[in-house]
């Protein structure tokens, strides 16, 4: 049974894996962006800043982390679509 070189996973687990991560943080990158660009308000923040300034800092927040979401989507897609490569033998790729 030949297993993937990031987990100890067999191959297929491994890529399964992968694209539950990719569909998961690409959703989650949709709606961090969702809630960045449609102006949605935010509640929370600090409590020494101004309102519209607590609202402009959530907004930029859950934007930086819809890109950063969308750039491990990117990643895990990457994973979950490369192709084996199972011509190459352990001793030829370490050695």
């Known amino acids: 049974m030949r297993t993937s070189r990031t987990t100890t996973l067999p191959l297929r687990w ?21 809630i960045a660009i449609t102006g949605q308000r935010v509640s929370g923040g600090l409590p020494f800043l101004p309102d519209d300034m ?32 199972t011509h190459i033998t352990r001793s030829a790729r370490w050695g």
């Open 54 to 85: 607590n609202q402009r800092l959530g907004h930029v927040l859950f934007g930086f982390a819809g890109i950063l979401c969308a750039c491990i989507a990117m990643l895990a897609f990457r994973d979950a679509t490369r192709p084996t490569r």
């Open 14 to 34: 491994a890529r399964a894996g992968a694209w539950f991560a990719a569909v998961f943080t690409a959703a989650s990158a949709v709606f961090l962006f969702w």
